[in-house]
Structure formats: structure tokens, C-alpha cells
């Protein structure tokens, strides 16, 4: 059985009780395991959370209007529920993609796991539910007898745009570091 949400948070932290003024006990946690940071200088962390975030963005972007377009791929009740699928996992990995690229230097276990692998792998899901609407609507397409048009094309595009997300962040190396309260 996995741990829970509390118990992988706070890997190794340690816990101290302290008396307070009130006559409570409070506790306080002190991280001590080793810090992971990113192999980059500020200015590249800057450029990558900005390319990160743009490629999302343009990707999501892309995919939307692909979606919103006139044709007969869009009716297709597959090609919906990848769409929908595809818009689902889109919003899931915003989360992880904003604590990797707007987080903190130096991260705690918790940070780097919940950040850089959940990153790599939210984007690389949302990839493959993009690339596979693409697919479905191909597949409409030349069921209901038309040329793939604009709409297939907006979604493998936007497909790529996640993919290079996930790509980016799976090369960015990460190092251990001593962590003075250790």
C-alpha cells in the first residue's frame, strides 16, 4: 500500500514540538533531506518556464480552434469524447507544469517528484490524447467522404506543442544537493 498524501509530503521532514506562549504545543518541521535543482542558471530557468508556458498555451490554443471548427469531424461523438479527454488531461497538467516551471530553485523531494516526473508525464498524456483526436478526425473525415482539412491539422499541431513540453522538461537534468539542516 502507497503512503499517504501526508506522509509524502513531508518525507523527510522532522518534527519538533515546542511549547508556546499560549501553554499549547506547536509543531514545527524542519526539512532535512537533500534539495534537487534544476542544472540551470536563472536565465535559463526564466527562458524555460516562459517556453513551457507558451508552448501550453499554444498547444491548448491551437487544439481549441481545431475543435471549434465547421467540418464534419467535429460531430463525430469519438472524435467529442478524445476531444474532451484531450481538454481533461490539458487541465490537469497545468498544475504540474506551473510548480515546474515557476517553482523554487531548490525543491524537496516531494517538489521535484510532484513537479519535473508529473510534468513529464501530464504532458505526455495530453500528447497522446491530442494525437489521438487527430486521428479520429481523420478517420471521420473520410468516413463522412470530405478532404482532411484545417481542423486535423490544429490538432496535431497542438499535439506537438505538448509533446515538446514533456520532451524539454524529460532532458532538463536534476542534482542533489547537501541541505545545511541535514
Known sequence: MGKSFFHR???DYTEEKIPGSD???HITRTYRGFWYAPQLTQGQRILRAAAYLLLYAGGLTLFILGAMRPCACNV???VAIATG???????IELIP?????LGKAEQTVYQYRSGHRTCVLWARITAGCMASTALLAILATL???ETIGAAVLLFALGALCE???GEAESRV?????HNANA
Open 9 to 11: 509530503y513531508f518525507e
Open 23 to 25: 501553554g499549547k504545543m
Open 76 to 78: 463525430a461523438w469519438y
Open 85 to 91: 479527454l484531450s481538454l481533461f488531461s490539458a487541465l
Open 97 to 101: 507544469l506551473c510548480g515546474c516551471a
Open 143 to 145: 468516413l463522412a467522404g
Open 163 to 165: 509533446a515538446a513540453v
Open 173 to 177: 537534468s536534476y542534482e542533489r544537493r
